[in-house]
């Protein structure tokens, strides 16, 4: 067996996060020719973290022949590849996909816990202000409560990437509840 073979079988059971860094840092210095078609291959496995641990790999490598891959994954199952899709999908994404992402993106705003919000959030931070903005004020026009909260504590990220976001929510919470909050524009 060779040694991209026993790393990549480790990744899908290795319960150590940081056991988990270390194969995916000695995978990404294997030729990227030979390990990226392999690791697109793990994208269907049934194990959730096998699918998770390739998705985080392909995103190291930056190698844009994998976006269709990880796009499909934008739809698993299992929420947690959901959101490392997220991420892997920002790395990967080619420029003329960004828009379609931030949209498939913000179909998702005001879901999942404050977690998810928060990796959601991030990952469309990362698009890129020009990208999300438009898509911000759709959905604080359009959203629930919940959505506009989940908005404005985006726009607060987007803002200030250091603010907190649990407190970014906690305010967003409480300026909807105010009925403050109609739009994203100041």
Known sequence: MSDL??????????????????LTWALIRLPANRVVPRVIEDL???????????????????DETAWPAVASRLDDENQS???????SAVALVPKGERDWLAEKLATRLGHGD???QLSLSRALVALGKDVIEPLLAVAAERGDATVR???DATVRLLQD????????????????????TRSTKG
């Open 161 to 180: 990437p250091d603010s907190g976001f649990a407190t970014s929510l906690k305010r967003a919470r409480r300026e909807v509840a105010l009925g403050r």
């Open 81 to 87: 590849v959901v959101r490392t899709a997220w991420y």
């Open 149 to 151: 909260q989940h908005v």
């Open 114 to 116: 404050a977690e998810t």
């Open 5 to 22: 073979e026993i790393l990549l079988r480790q990744c899908a059971v290795e319960p150590d996060f940081q056991v988990r860094e270390m």
């Open 44 to 62: 269907t496995r049934p194990e959730p973290q096998a699918r998770c641990q390739a998705l985080h790999t392909l995103s190291k490598f930056k």
